[in-house]
């Protein structure tokens, strides 16, 4: 069965760093665009980020642009997102999810979605 893979997330104090990496699970990444998505306590699910399969296009909420970077090792088929300066805002459930193509991504027209890893941020 095709899916995704979410990894990296964890306890950070605020000011920290992290890294999620996503993977495919009976399917490589490196054919699809990939976004990533976060869901926080009583809030919906929010998309945060999305890469193309080339990487020649990128996006971002502007809730997390210019602190989150996406990028992606088509060679490993491993997309990450860094996170930056991290506050407890940014505390949720993070999802990683595979698209058809950039645009698909940016509509949410995902095509596997991974189970999610939480990020929590301590004051």
């Known amino acids: 069965q095709e899916h995704v893979v979410e990894s990296g997330g964890g306890l950070v104090q605020a000011g920290g760093s992290l890294r999620l990496s996503c993977t495919g699970s009976?399917?490589?990444?490196?054919?699809?665009?990939v976004g990533w998505f976060r869901q926080a306590p009583g809030k919906e699910r929010e998309e945060v980020s999305c890469?193309?399969?080339?990487?020649?296009?990128?996006s971002y909420s502007d809730a997390v642009r210019g602190r989150f970077t996406v990028s992606r090792d088509n060679a490993k088929s491993t997309v990450y997102l860094k996170m930056n300066n991290l506050n407890p805002e940014h505390t949720a459930v993070y999802y990683c999810?595979?698209?058809?193509?950039?645009?698909?991504?940016?509509?949410?027209?995902?095509?596997?979605w991974g189970q999610g890893t939480q990020v929590t941020v301590s004051s």
């Open positions: 890469i193309s399969t080339n990487v020649d296009d990128t």
């Open positions: 009976g399917f490589s990444l490196k054919y699809w665009a």
């Open positions: 999810a595979a698209a058809a193509s950039f645009l698909a991504c940016t509509r949410n027209e995902m095509y596997r």
